[in-house]
């Protein structure tokens, strides 16, 4: 056996040794090496090419994730910004009008309220996602009347000019962990609101289909841009409508929908048109509906995706 061996080297720098083996001689004649030495270099070009191209990816990737938490910490800062400048505008007012013994305005209550309200929205969107990617979740599904919650949170969501209407008039069961069920109806419907400035009427239907409970929130707003449809569950994904500061977001709340409804072995899905408003539906398996009714429940832990 026979071996001949050159360095791969580029620049002074060694990337490894270029072997070659064959049998006695005459298989391998002396201006073998020579060739040889002419490959290795080759491969060492080759080699230096791909470590430099991943590096320019890497460098990349790095700029990419910076970029984006820049776009993440400066939407964080305008969405709590916006409402605590609305917040305090009103306080200062009321103030003022209890110095002056005039009545209150119960449109700068209801302002702060709504307004608080979403400033909680968004610390346990955030807080929610940090929770997820730490897998710390633990909840308990049992047998839940989703009609009933459906019109709970309806009741409780401040819509503003918007007329709320919920559809449905038997009670449809389904194995749910009821908080988490919640934070996905009252995300759908405030992000119904958001995106129907003009106001109008938003409808939530609740249907037993055999084997899915369905939920879907329609609205009568801006409507959803076809390139945006396919990534607008994704987590950061604001869409091509966020440059109008009225529509801002974090673009966390649909991509949360989507992680709870998963963990509950469900699906949402979107129909929109531009213009004409969007129809959000969920999903929810009912098959182990009937198992479950006559069981506490049982733990679930863990995140979604």
């Not at 820049?70 to 609305?86: S, Y």
């Not at 949360?256 to 072995?265: K, M, P, Q, S």
């Not at 699906?267 to 479950?292: C, D, K, N």
């Amino acid at each position: 056996m026979v071996m001949l061996a050159a360095p791969m080297t580029l620049d002074g720098e060694r990337f490894g040794v270029l072997t070659a083996y064959g049998g006695l001689p005459p298989f391998i004649h002396d201006d073998d090496l020579g060739l040889l030495e002419v490959m290795a270099n080759q491969v060492a070009v080759l080699l230096r090419d791909r470590q430099l191209f991943a590096e320019v990816s890497e460098a990349r990737a790095r700029e990419e994730t910076l970029r984006m938490m820049d776009d993440f910490f400066a939407a964080v800062a305008h969405d709590l910004k916006t409402p605590l400048t609305t917040i305090l505008g009103q306080g200062q007012r009321l103030q003022r009008q209890l110095r002056r013994d005039q009545p209150i305005d119960p449109n700068a209550i209801e302002s702060i309220v709504q307004q608080s309200v979403h400033m909680r929205r968004l610390v346990e969107d955030l807080l929610d996602d940090a929770r997820e990617r730490g897998g710390q979740y633990t909840g308990e599904r049992v047998p839940t009347d989703l009609l009933a919650l459906v019109r709970d949170v309806a009741a409780q969501a401040p819509t503003g000019r918007h007329e709320v209407v919920v559809e449905g008039s038997t009670a449809v069961e389904a194995p749910v962990d009821a908080e988490r069920m919640r934070q996905v109806l009252t995300n759908l419907l405030e992000n119904a609101v958001k995106y129907s400035p003009e106001g109008g009427r938003i409808t939530i239907s609740v249907t037993d289909t055999g084997d899915c409970a369905d939920i879907a929130v329609t609205d009568q707003g801006i409507g959803i841009p076809p390139a945006d449809v396919d990534t607008i569950f994704e987590r950061f994904s604001r869409g091509s409508r966020e440059p109008d500061r009225r529509f801002s977001g974090l673009g966390l709340g649909l991509y949360t929908c989507r992680r709870i409804v998963e963990e509950h072995g469900g699906r949402i899905e979107v129909a929109s048109q531009l213009g004409a408003g969007s129809t959000f539906t969920v999903h929810i398996p009912m098959a182990t509906a009937a198992r479950m009714s006559g069981e506490a429940g049982y733990a679930q832990t863990g995140g979604g995706d």
